[in-house]
């Protein structure tokens, strides 16, 4: 069954420039899909136009009948005075409703009326189905999930940041249980925890699914299909990000293939019809035009593009240092919560390092630690007298937010308008872009002219606060290959695991007020996050006394010394995956097939550890 038909879809805001021209796809009962595009290509636009929030000009969208659709990036307008908790029970206004009726009907039922006693059931069935009897466990589960806490159940929602606005947003279309869900980039506000929990929760969503999203892990992990929105019209892909990045690069060779034999048989005609017009004689002239004629036809054919790669890279100091950082019993706190404390940290030279945690957790207030913008309430941190700084922030500010990208280039980095306009021009602000004010930018250009800017300076310590936020996915791919060259120490706050899993060698994770320092790469730290957990979570068992094996204890310690040999070579063969994993890094299917291979080796590790532990625990009593 179609749930969402999309035909010859066209609109434009300015005349002439079609954002959306000719574009059409279909999506089936469950499908869950990616759309994907570089910013501006028309996907919001496409998902406003299937709610209903903008006109389209021209072609045609059908939505499955009875269906309920719902956009995360929506947020409708409450009456004021709203609460959190007030907005998410919207969600369960239908229940609500239906209930009511119930208790209405009840009052009736003594009548003996058949048709009473039918809605009755009629409305007990749809309050059984819809949850509705159970309401208060669903809304704790998707809050407990999605970082919204008792507290801020019963903050006015008007108050919210416009992050958290989306996140409650989220939650309440969750509870709505709704038919068709668009979600517009929904892990933009998500920790990583919340973000595991909706990829979790939409494993098990029964309905339909579109997804804008720049995060190619969650659409690795989410999504089936992808539609690619290019030139206004619709290119689809038959798998989920992994296999779209591989098949557009399969698809447009084989066109340049194309387009490359089809000018070589241009050529080949235009030769033929120069000698026939030379000959002078008319009939020759007649197939010449003919001939001509027919390369006009084939010359509809255009070169195949592909999006210009930004060129720039960090700029170094020419010397490193051995100690970057040394941080002692730090401590700070905000509006009287105690954010971290007894951090006790050392950074040398060359480490990458991720600074991991939940949202609110104090991440972006340690790296201003780091910076030196706040001072902190307890402790010292100390940079090495060699130490260089440059620093992203997630916040995107300019001090003139009035003047155009050149003036903030020639003012603020002190070069000539030659050179602004060059270094503009290699992060893609070319033509008129470049006289725009900067307050005219979006988020994502603004990063990218911040970017621009730190690109020149001469530092050894690069600290960046969630760089790949707002950047569409050519940008997030440039960018990594930028910090892929930049040789010194590296310091980042990321929620893209795509960019953790490339770039960390360290993780500090911040939580319950304080810093663990794992020194090792993001797999090592999920593994051994999960290995620790693992104890938690097992139901206790107590140990039973095992019978002697036959043969004994000689053939005992053969047994024990057979299984510490499969563990140790199992071992060998998870750092040779590891190896592997880092030279794959920018091959994404064979990532994915090498994270199964490496699942299924750590499952194979616990078992053979579980098997040796009680072989060497049975030949230690057997020797006693």
Not at 582 to 603: C, W
Request: glycine share 8%; charged share 30%; proline share 3%.
């Amino acid at each position: 069954m179609i749930d969402v038909l999309v035909s010859s879809l066209s609109k434009e805001f300015e005349v002439g420039n079609k954002i959306l021209d000719g574009l059409s796809f279909q999506v089936d009962t469950g499908e869950r899909v990616g759309i994907l595009g570089k910013n501006g290509a028309g996907k919001s636009t496409l998902f406003r136009i299937l709610t209903g929030e903008t006109e389209r000009d021209g072609g045609d969208v059908m939505l499955a009948p009875g269906k309920r659709i719902g956009l995360i990036s929506q947020i409708p307008v409450y009456p004021e005075g709203y609460t959190v908790r007030h907005v998410l029970e919207c969600a369960f206004a239908r229940l609500r409703e239906a209930q009511q009726e119930l208790e209405r009907l009840a009052e009736n039922m003594a009548d003996g009326d058949p048709a009473v006693l039918k809605r009755y059931d009629a409305l007990s069935d749809i309050l059984t189905a819809g949850g509705g009897y159970d309401t208060e466990t669903r809304l704790s589960r998707v809050c407990n999930g999605l970082g919204i806490s008792e507290e801020m159940r019963l903050q006015p929602f008007a108050s919210l940041s416009g992050g958290e606005k989306t996140r409650v947003n989220l939650a309440r279309l969750i509870l709505e249980d709704t038919d068709i869900l668009l979600l517009d980039e929904p892990t933009n506000h998500l920790d990583l925890r919340a973000t595991e929990w909706l990829e979790e929760y939409l494993g098990h969503f029964k309905g339909t699914m579109l997804a804008i999203s720049h995060d190619r892990w969650f659409l690795d992990r989410v999504v089936t299909r992808c539609i690619e929105i290019a030139q206004g019209r619709a290119e689809l892909y038959a798998g989920n990000y992994s296999f779209y990045v591989t098949e557009r690069e399969r698809r447009l060779l084989e066109r340049q293939k194309q387009y490359e034999k089809e000018q070589a048989q241009i050529a080949q005609l235009q030769e033929a019809a120069n000698d026939l017009h030379q000959w002078g004689m008319e009939k020759l002239h007649k197939r010449a035009f003919a001939i001509e004629k027919r390369i006009s036809r084939m010359e509809t054919t255009h070169r195949p593009q592909q999006e210009r790669k930004l060129q720039m890279r960090f700029s170094e100091q020419a010397f490193s240092a051995d100690e970057m950082l040394v941080l002692q019993d730090v401590r700070m706190a905000y509006a009287g919560r105690t954010l971290f404390e007894h951090v006790n940290l050392e950074v040398t030279g060359g480490e990458r390092i991720a600074l991991l945690g939940d949202n609110g957790a104090g991440k972006s207030t340690f790296l201003r630690l780091l910076i030196r913008e706040l001072e902190p309430l307890g402790g010292s941190i100390r940079q090495g007298p060699a130490t260089r700084v440059a620093y992203l922030p997630q916040i995107i500010r300019f001090s003139h937010p009035e003047r155009n990208l050149v003036d903030t280039m020639i003012y603020e980095e002190n070069c000539a308008t030659q050179e602004a306009r060059d270094r503009l021009g290699a992060f893609r602000f070319r033509g008129e872009d470049v006289f725009k004010p900067v307050s005219a930018l979006s988020g994502g250009e603004q990063s990218r002219l911040r970017l621009c800017m730190l690109m020149n300076d001469r530092m050894n310590l690069l600290i960046l606060d969630e760089p790949t936020n707002h950047l569409d996915l050519a940008s997030r791919e440039w960018i990594e290959e930028a910090v892929e060259d930049y040789g010194g120490t590296l310091l980042f706050v990321s929620h893209d695991r795509y960019f953790i899993r490339r770039f960390a060698t360290r993780v500090w994770m911040l939580e319950h007020g304080g810093i663990t320092d794992f020194k090792g790469d993001y797999d090592r730290f999920l593994a051994a996050r999960a290995r620790a957990d693992a104890p938690a979570q097992a139901p206790v068992q107590e140990k039973k006394v095992r019978p002697p094996r036959p043969g004994g204890t000689k053939e005992l310690e053969k047994q024990t010394n057979a299984a510490e040999r499969a563990v140790a070579k199992a071992e060998t063969r998870m750092d040779e995956l590891t190896q592997e994993i880092e030279e794959a890094s920018t091959n994404f299917l064979k990532l994915q097939e090498l994270y199964e291979q490496r699942e299924t080796l750590e499952d194979e590790i616990y078992r053979l550890y579980a098997q040796w532990e009680a072989l060497a625990e049975q030949l230690e009593a057997e020797r006693a």
